[in-house]
């Protein structure tokens, strides 16, 4: 193992720069940066500790009792209030009993990170910053929520903030170079993040705050600067979009479609273009955060969500869970998604039509339905 001194982000963006000041410039190139600073458990770089001091507003479904909704959102372990440990907030973790200090975040003899837990009666309980010792306690079991959620979107705040820096970094080395006209620029993510929505931290679910992601681009050879496109994309249209711009022809076998069309014109509209995006989640019951297994897709109005709770021998899933369940969201009218809607007869027309689309996508996508199965195992046993 090769280890380079300094904070990721930094040196991320180090190897970057230096990879592209060393190509062949002569040439067309292409360079992806990944960065890891979003993910737990949030460990900001040092200049950035005085930032994001102020309190941040709690979401309005931070308290949610997750009723009307399939029981996936119950089970969860991605809770503020309950599943965070001590080294997510950055807190002393003590020694001594699991009824005392908290449970285990994996249930495994040598893993040592806990969760802080959160009693009924929280007055006993005394909690000690890291980094300066400061003590903290609490008078309400909703005082230790709210506390546990501030120290959380402080530390993800402070840790994000260094990849701000240095997308920044890249886009003035591309100024200084004279390349920032004819270079294209992406910035997006592999998924949302919940930051106390439902209660929720981390990501996984196909709930909007999980489920949309950022897409900007800037190439200001050919798309007006702020410019906004409401069509819905997915990241299967990512690699076809790159070669499309390169002038490079896309092979046939390839998932997803050139996005450039809907890029290139002012209020530009594609016709053609299928407002609907496709996701899944096969990892069910993964062991640290109990995200059942589920895919589905949403159009610009309803969101169709199937659980079909199964591991299929997946490494990383696990067997068991609850039975499969539907969900529909209008998120129209509900845009908190907090009633599911698909055994409302007024949607009826809705979930029919949603379930075609979901067929349409699947196939197009090349991924392999589980409810058409379960769908055709009733008909050849009689079951309607």
Not at 287 to 299: M, N, Q, W
Request: charged share 30%.
């Amino acid at each position: 193992m090769h280890r380079v001194p300094g904070y990721a982000s930094d040196v991320i963006t180090d190897k970057c720069i230096d990879w592209m000041e060393s190509r062949d410039k002569q040439r067309p190139c292409f360079l992806m940066s990944h960065h890891q600073a979003p993910h737990r458990s949030w460990e900001c770089d040092n200049k950035h500790k005085h930032l994001y001091k102020d309190p941040v507003r709690l979401p309005d479904t931070f308290g949610d009792d997750y009723k009307n909704r399939a029981n996936a959102a119950k089970v969860a372990k991605m809770r503020v209030a309950e599943d965070l440990t001590y080294g997510d907030l950055g807190i002393v973790q003590p020694e001594g009993p699991s009824s005392e200090v908290g449970q285990k975040m994996i249930d495994i003899w040598w893993w040592n990170d806990r969760k802080i837990p959160a009693p009924d009666d929280v007055t006993k309980l005394k909690l000690v910053c890291k980094d300066d010792g400061t003590v903290f306690t609490f008078k309400t079991k909703e005082e230790l929520a709210e506390f546990k959620f501030q120290r959380y979107m402080q530390r993800y705040l402070r840790t994000i903030q260094s990849i701000d820096d240095n997308v920044g970094r890249m886009l003035d080395w591309l100024e200084s170079e004279g390349l920032a006209e004819n270079t294209i620029v992406i910035y997006a993510s592999d998924q949302g993040f919940f930051l106390g929505e439902h209660g929720w931290f981390d990501e996984r679910f196909m709930y909007e705050e999980s489920f949309q992601m950022p897409f900007m681009i800037r190439y200001p050879k050919a798309i007006k600067p702020q410019s906004v496109c409401n069509d819905i994309i997915c990241n299967v249209d990512f690699a076809p979009t790159f070669l499309d711009f390169a002038g490079v022809r896309i092979p046939s076998y390839m998932q997803g479609r050139s996005i450039r069309p809907l890029l290139l014109g002012e209020d530009r509209v594609e016709p053609s273009w299928q407002q609907m995006a496709y996701h899944r989640y096969w990892m069910h019951r993964d062991v640290i955060h109990e995200a059942y297994a589920h895919y589905g897709v949403r159009d610009q109005r309803y969101k169709l969500i199937y659980w079909y709770n199964e591991d299929l021998g997946l490494e990383g899933a696990r067997p068991g869970g609850e039975e499969k369940e539907w969900e529909l969201f209008d998120c129209q009218e509900d845009p908190l998604e907090l009633f599911n809607c698909y055994n409302d007869p007024k949607y009826l027309d809705v979930v029919k039509k949603m379930t075609k689309l979901l067929d349409e996508k699947m196939a197009e996508i090349g991924d392999e339905p589980i409810h058409t199965k379960l769908a055709g195992s009733k008909l050849l046993n009689g079951v309607h």
